[in-house]
């Protein structure tokens, strides 16, 4: 996808900057993931990780999650990676022993039809809510600060897929899925048959990135985030495995590579804004009928958190000039330089975060980072552990879904799980 393209669809669309953009990018970043998938799959078969270390735990479920550092051929070069492994368990079905193996068969059909037509559209979803009041008249926006009135609130969990464009497998052109079927994520027996790639946008909901400046047991800040980023699923990510083997009788999934946002935000890592990363999730079917989840995310390891630089002395340069019309320069310049020069190997100058671990290391002779842990390989285990519990939720989630529908292969499933109409 190297070749800039012109986009055919029926209604004739035109794309956007930012789209074109997306498109064309996505070819670079769809390698980049399928290298990390291909280093992944050795590494964790010969245990070549450069670390590894458990991540999180689960008190009477049989789950498991580790992560890992590591380093990944990428791009003729080497990058520092991170990621995660989660284990988890989803299913079994109710049936007497000497019933198990159809149990298990029937299992197998269901999970295979719910995995690859069904789990995309259904993977968000809504959390209890208050019945609203309802009232003849309004609360005044003036009076809303005081009133006990229950009003209309939606709080979504989970992460919602919807899909935007594809390449037709037959012509090769790149086509827009129409908005009203966004939701309806195409059958990934598809992918690879009737189509080369689909491009898919995904959003996390109840994100929250926690801050702990003073400890564990310390006030800590809550800061929710809007979560987004463009994915592109490909045949390579698809698995359908009927015959199984080594005591599973089936494997269903899917996955896909993260493509960064042509836009900067604040942060400079996490949906959106990985240089190169891919995302697996396979459903296997064991010979008891017990369905597992086995989850692979691996990322480049980040070398910038936020895109806010922190340097408060530089900034008062900056001021000074600023205010002055750039009349000081020739009296700030020398400062500025020498300043630059000796906060050099203190100050990041993209990133206030990393600044600060940077700071804390100098001002305590290293001691922040050997005793208190205050150091970059404990703030990415962090990531990893908030991405582990972010997926962990939208499995948990999707299992109410999955035990509502008693036949996933029914032609007369309800619109919200056939279309991924939000109810």
Request: neutral net charge; aromatic residues 12%; without cysteine.
């Amino acid at each position: 996808m190297t070749d800039r393209m012109i986009l055919e669809t029926e209604a004739g669309s035109i794309l956007s900057d930012a789209e074109r953009s997306i498109i064309e990018s996505a070819g670079a970043f769809q390698s980049k993931g399928l290298a990390l998938k291909r280093w992944w799959a050795e590494a964790d078969v010969k245990n070549t990780y450069t670390q590894r270390f458990d991540t999180m735990r689960t008190y009477r479920r049989f789950d498991h999650s580790y992560g890992f550092f590591g380093e990944a051929p990428v791009d003729n070069g080497t990058m520092p990676v991170m990621g995660v492994v989660d284990e988890v368990f989803f299913d079994r079905p109710k049936s007497a022993s000497e019933g198990q193996s159809a149990g298990a068969l029937a299992m197998k059909e269901q999970i295979r039809e719910f995995v690859l037509r069904y789990f995309l559209r259904i993977s968000d979803y809504r959390q209890p809510e208050r019945i609203a009041d309802s009232a003849a008249t309004p609360v005044p926006a003036y009076l809303k600060l005081l009133s006990w009135r229950t009003e209309p609130e939606i709080h979504r969990s989970g992460m919602e897929f919807s899909q935007h464009f594809y390449k037709a497998k037959s012509t090769g052109r790149i086509g827009r899925f129409p908005n009203e079927s966004s939701n309806a994520v195409v059958d990934l027996r598809e992918v690879g048959a009737k189509y080369e790639w689909v491009l898919m946008h995904l959003r996390i909901y109840d994100f929250v990135l926690s801050l702990k400046p003073f400890g564990l047991d310390g006030p800590q800040f809550m800061l929710p985030l809007k979560e987004e980023s463009y994915l592109l699923m490909s045949p390579e990510y698809i698995t359908i495995n009927d015959k199984g083997g080594n005591g599973v009788i089936g494997e269903y999934g899917f996955g896909y590579s993260f493509i960064k946002n042509p836009e900067r935000g604040p942060f400079a890592y996490g949906p959106g804004e990985f240089e190169a990363a891919f995302q697996t999730i396979n459903f296997s079917v064991l010979e008891s009928g017990e369905t597992r989840v086995r989850m692979v995310f691996v990322s480049n390891r980040p070398d910038k958190i936020v895109n806010v630089p922190l340097d408060p002395i530089a900034w008062g340069f900056d001021i000074a000039d600023r205010a002055s019309f750039g009349w000081t320069s020739a009296v700030i310049n020398p400062i500025k330089k020498a300043w630059e020069a000796v906060s050099k190997p203190i100050v990041d100058d993209r990133d206030p975060v990393l600044t600060t671990v940077r700071l804390a290391n100098l001002l305590t002779l290293g001691q922040a980072g050997k005793q208190l842990d205050i150091t970059p390989d404990q703030l990415n285990k962090g990531f990893l552990v908030r991405h582990t519990l972010q997926h962990y939720g939208t499995v948990q989630g999707s299992l109410r879904t999955w035990r509502q529908i008693p036949d996933w292969r029914a032609k007369d499933l309800p619109d919200w799980v056939a279309n991924g109409a939000s109810a």
